[in-house]
């Protein structure tokens, strides 16, 4: 597609709200807490706020910065800006693959807050106890062919999206979605003051032990702070290739990195308020939020409609995520390849729909069925958030850091602290978060497989 006819996004608003619906997804309101319970709390997140601040932040502007001058697909930008068949292009590849792989797991767990989202409208929480209601998702699990319905809807919403195109499919969605999001969640916060667990939940969260942190623990809090603002794989490439050229990558990368990481922090204290309240266990894994919310949403007044409001809003915020990992893929063949984006769209959603099949099995029919000891569901997770996209960090760090010309890359920066702010990016992005990649790969690596 040549430069004259590329969409963008049609101001800083329209992209912040579209790149945090990327950021902000199931990420933050699923998976943040439940891993946070299984890592036992504070130090947990204090090393996850860490990672986010030193090593994320930097490459947010590394991607935007990349997919803005270039303005082009994952593994184009790369030529684009170095030469054509350079090795860097592989950040790129990695990233559409990735992008494959989080997809088909990512939609199984959508479809999953499809059908939570379908039985709040359909008040079928109401009368039930505490324990028939925790055991909901494990009834949705037994089911294998509601699983695959499910999952088949929340791909069919995700091409729907993706075939209208960047302005009039992802940022029309993104400008409805994320403002209700955040207002729901301010509600259930101000909520769960309320709530006996709730000093607790803060206690839980922002005390750090730091006995209970692990070599794994601390891959695990890296590889999410990649997954939860949606780097490593490219996807803010994309995205930033239809930012246009005039647009403020800091100003939008900070934007985008508080909200995720405000709606991550509000969303652990929800749920852990919650936990404590209904001696719940934090450790739960990945059901926690779906045994949870509806616990307490069927004790509040306006319970049914703040359940609808909430579940709505979390399939919101998984779809405006999941739009961006095939956008992804679709621009780069749309881009690279030359082929029609509906085509593209349809070919990318069906095969992988398809691949998702084993993820959505790995709760019931394929759960014995392991590599090593994970099931289909926890090797694809595992191996895209612990591995791919940190080393997908790594290289576009290293990328900007080193190979970039750095007259360009300070002029994109300026305005924002000078000198100072400058060298620090710089530093971040050649040596220091590198450094911490390679530390936490060398480390967490091993012992996330062998441990
Ligand atoms: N950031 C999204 C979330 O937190 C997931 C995601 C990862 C989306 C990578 C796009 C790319 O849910």
């Not at 006996?196 to 695990?220: A, R, Y």
Request: proline fraction near 3%; charge should be neutral.
């Amino acid at each position: 597609m040549s430069q004259m006819q590329r969409s963008h996004w049609s101001n800083r608003l329209g992209f912040i709200l579209v790149a945090s619906g990327s950021a902000v997804g199931l990420g933050n309101i699923w998976k943040f807490p439940y891993i946070t319970g299984e890592h036992g709390g504070g130090a947990f997140v204090l090393v996850y706020l860490a990672c986010i601040m030193f090593v994320n932040v930097p490459i947010f502007i590394a991607e935007l910065y990349i997919g803005q001058r270039s303005q082009a697909d994952a593994v184009s930008a790369f030529e684009k800006l170095h030469h054509t068949g350079t090795p860097w292009r592989i950040a790129g590849a990695m990233g559409i693959v990735s992008s494959f792989l989080i997809l088909s797991f990512y939609s199984v767990v959508g479809g999953w807050v499809l059908d939570f989202q379908v039985k709040s409208v359909l008040n079928q929480f109401a009368g039930k106890t505490d324990q028939e209601i925790g055991g909901m998702l494990s009834a949705l699990f037994a089911d294998p062919k509601s699983l695959l319905l499910w999952h088949l809807a929340f791909m069919v919403l995700t091409v729907g999206i993706v075939i209208g195109g960047i302005s009039r499919g992802i940022e029309r969605w993104g400008r409805i979605l994320m403002p209700g999001l955040f207002a729901i969640l301010i509600g259930l916060l101000v909520w769960c003051t309320s709530l006996e667990g709730f000093g607790k939940s803060i206690d839980f969260l922002f005390t750090p032990n730091f006995d209970k942190l692990t070599g794994n623990s601390i891959l695990v809090a890296l590889g999410h702070s990649f997954f939860t603002l949606s780097l490593g794989l490219a996807a803010m490439i994309t995205y930033g290739s239809y930012l246009d050229r005039n647009e403020d990558l800091v100003k939008a990368s900070l934007a985008v990195a508080a909200a995720d990481t405000t709606i991550a922090l509000a969303s652990g204290i929800v749920i852990f308020s919650i936990v404590f309240s209904f001696g719940l266990a934090p450790n739960a894994g990945p059901g926690l939020m779906f045994s949870t919310l509806p616990t307490l949403f069927n004790k509040m007044p306006g319970g049914y409609l703040v359940s609808t409001g909430f579940f709505s809003l979390v399939a919101f915020a998984a779809l405006s995520s999941s739009i961006s990992l095939l956008e992804t893929i679709v621009t780069y063949f749309v881009d690279k390849r030359g082929l029609s984006r509906s085509k593209v769209t349809i070919y990318a959603g069906v095969a992988i729909y398809l691949l998702g099949i084993l993820s959505a099995l790995s709760f019931n029919t394929l759960a014995d069925f392991k590599i090593g000891k994970f099931t289909f569901f926890d090797l694809f997770d595992g191996l895209t958030t612990n591995i791919l996209l940190p080393l997908g960090g790594l290289i576009i760090s290293l990328f900007y850091g080193w190979i970039l010309s750095r007259e360009g890359v300070k002029d994109s920066i300026q305005g924002h602290g000078g000198e100072l702010a400058w060298k620090g990016l710089m530093w971040a992005a050649r040596i220091f978060a590198p450094a911490c990649i390679l530390w936490v790969l060398y480390n967490g690596a091993t012992n996330w497989l062998f441990g």
